[in-house]
């Protein structure tokens, strides 16, 4: 009997098992805490980034957003009139994610009015988001990290911070002050010497801004809110499986001190687009013998397993999985050895594998009922993936 899995990429995918490209079914995994994902034949994955963020002390969530230029007093600060806009479009950066922004913003840099859309979340704290919450990004991952839009009614410093032992160590970046439209930066840790990394924002003109290390700054992982010193007026937007990132600092023309100034942001908005590089996978592969004689199996798999609960494919009629391993010979039960070291690799934690268990999975199934020679070619294909041919078991 096929389980549904199996069924379903068969249906779906042309799986060529020779040169071991299988369909990408982790969408369909039954666990919800894998973070990446890796396709047959590449030795890329692709991040779901929601682990690149490092909260601030008040935790934050995603929700969904629709902007609604209702007010920052009421709702969300991030998506009501601008303080550059003197008319009754919307200038905010909900508005660019959400792909409405209007084409009459004022003090706009040249091409920021290029809406992007595509981000459908927004992280804040609360009930609807509608406070910001202080965040950071991984600094030992890669970012390209690009200036999208500019809305600047008065001249600031605009870069990127690291932080360590709750010292600030700033990077102002001139293009991104210069509100110079599409200008790249590639933060890595190179650059951050792993440091968790943030954005700042310092105007020139207001020194009451309360944020972090020292007034005239506001950093993007500050945890006041608009409300409380220190402010953080910092909008993160995701798209919707939170591989990319939207960032905007924000000003309102509401929340004024005393003295004059903007509590906010002090009229400016800037708005950066961040997506992590896709992490790099493969490289280390552990032999069918290694997973026979190793104890501990990773979950849900043991060796007491049926091949049948595994794969969906009665091809070992009655076998476990560790029966599969033990079990010698050349065609099918050659190939059912390395069929179930890749799936044991490929679900190891602690083995950087090409492939997920869903796509070995599949790959067996699309092979699976054949003849020798496919049997022996997949067989082949799969051992070159273990350290029997040259790679590393970390596990060793």
């Known amino acids: 009997m096929r389980n549904p899995q199996a069924l379903y990429c068969r249906a779906l995918c042309l799986c060529t098992f020779a040169a071991l490209t299988a369909c990408d079914t982790s969408h369909l995994s039954p666990t919800a805490v894998e973070t990446r994902t890796r396709r047959a034949g590449s030795p890329t994955g692709v991040s779901l980034s929601i682990t690149d963020v490092i909260p601030g002390i008040t935790p934050g969530t995603f929700s969904t957003f629709t902007a609604n230029n209702s007010g920052r007093e009421t709702t969300e600060f991030w998506d009501n009139r601008s303080a550059d806009d003197a008319a009754t479009s919307a200038c905010n950066v909900g508005f660019y994610a959400s792909g409405t922004l209007a084409t009459d913003c ?55 911070y690291t932080k360590f032992g709750g010292v600030y160590d700033f990077h102002p970046v001139a293009a991104w002050s210069n509100r110079t439209i599409n200008s790249n930066l590639t933060i890595d840790a190179a650059l951050t010497g792993g440091k968790p990394w943030g954005f700042f924002i310092r105007n020139l003109i207001n020194p009451n801004t309360g944020g972090c290390g020292g007034p005239d700054t506001d950093c993007s992982d500050a945890e006041g809110g608009y409300t409380i010193i220190p402010f953080n007026q910092f909008a993160m937007f995701s798209n919707g499986d939170q591989s990319k990132f939207l960032v905007g600092t924000e000003d309102n023309a509401l929340e004024l001190l005393p003295n004059g100034y903007y509590r906010d942001s002090d009229y400016n908005d800037y708005i950066f687009s961040v997506v992590p590089a896709p992490e790099v996978f493969g490289g280390q592969g552990c032999s069918p013998g290694y997973w026979k004689m190793h104890s501990v199996w990773p979950a849900p798999y043991t060796k007491t397993t049926l091949f049948l609960t595994a794969f969906g494919e009665d091809a070992f009629p009655g076998k476990t999985l560790q029966d599969v391993l033990s079990t010698g010979g050349g065609g099918l039960t050659a190939l059912g050895r390395q069929t179930v070291g890749a799936l044991l690799n490929a679900q190891a934690s602690g083995v950087s594998y090409e492939y997920t268990a869903a796509q070995v999975i599949a790959t067996f199934n699309a092979a699976y009922p054949g003849t020798s020679a496919a049997y022996t070619t997949l067989k082949d294909s799969f051992e070159a993936l273990t350290d029997v041919n040259g790679r590393v078991c970390p596990l060793n």
């Not at 009015?113 to 804040?124: D, K, L, V």
């Not at 600094?139 to 009614?153: D, E, M, N, P």
């Open 106 to 160: 004022q003090n706009q840099a040249l091409g920021s009015n290029a809406n992007q859309g595509g981000y459908t979340r927004f992280f804040g704290d609360g009930v609807g988001g509608f406070d910001a919450s202080g965040f950071a990004f991984d600094g030992a991952r890669s970012f390209a990290v690009s200036l999208i839009g500019s809305y600047a009614g008065e001249a600031s410093v605009v870069g990127w």
